[in-house]
């Protein structure tokens, strides 16, 4: 019964909200109904979300740990940044859809020469001020750990834009971290499911931690590990029962793929 009713709560939504998107866009060229309807997904999915900080509204590029699909949902309705994703998304029904409404950056990943195009098209669109968020773990496999950041995500940063920050962001499940987090085989259906079918409310807390300018960096290794360093600062460790944290650092059990 709680996973249908909040189906149709997130469907309700986007029937609502679709068309004061267009007739925004129609009047304004501009509309802040994508962002609206995101922090109704996470509302509607239980998450209530305490908000650290103040986020970049232009020449910004976020930088988050990964663990769900929910990152995307929390942080976009948050900040209202677009986000990077692999060009294949844009023709999933719905999700494709709803993708492009939020000004999706779309990448070829799986073609030559793929990461010289991924930070062609993320450069671009940093260079026209757009906010983009990336996740640069690159995968949620991390669990409750953050993996090391791939630098080459990082490539579209050098050389430094005019006025660009990174901005890294922190988000915090909490006690409810190993619960929330998609890894291993789970199908994406079987992940939504499970996690739309959860009791009660679940506490989030999103940090946006201090921006940082590329140029006081030699170079996009050392800014992946200054930005994944700046994140793990603002999360609780976790202490020696497994408490007191929802996120571990992955470099203490000698993960490193940098």
Known sequence: MRLTLRIAAITAGLIACTP??????????????????????GW?????????GKPMSSNVLFVANHSSWLDIVLLASAS?????????????PLVGWL????RTVFVAREQPRSV???????RTALANGQPVALFPEGTTDGGEEILPFRPSLLAALFPPLPRLRVQPVAIDYGAAATEIAWIGRESARANAMRILSR???TPVMIHFLDPID??????RKALA?????????????????????SRLDASARGADRL
């Not at 509607?44 to 650290?52: E, F, K, N, V």
């Not at 209202?80 to 999933?92: D, L, Y």
């Not at 993708?99 to 939020?102: F, P, Q, S, T």
């Not at 590329?214 to 170079?219: G, L, S, T």
């Open 199 to 201: 009791s009660g409310a």
């Open 20 to 41: 004061f998107h267009y007739l925004a866009l129609l009047i304004t060229g501009r509309s802040a109904w994508p962002r609206r309807y995101l922090a109704w997904v």
């Open 44 to 52: 509607s999915a239980g998450m209530r979300c305490q908000i650290i």
């Open 116 to 122: 010289k195009g991924q930070a062609d098209a993320l």
């Open 80 to 92: 209202g940044t677009a986000f990077v994703s692999k060009e294949e998304v844009a023709r999933w």
């Open 99 to 102: 993708a492009r409404l939020n």
């Open 214 to 219: 590329p140029v006081d960096f030699a170079d």
């Open 225 to 245: 590990i200054a930005s994944r360093a700046a994140i793990l600062g603002a999360l609780p460790a976790a202490g020696p029962d497994g408490t007191g944290g």
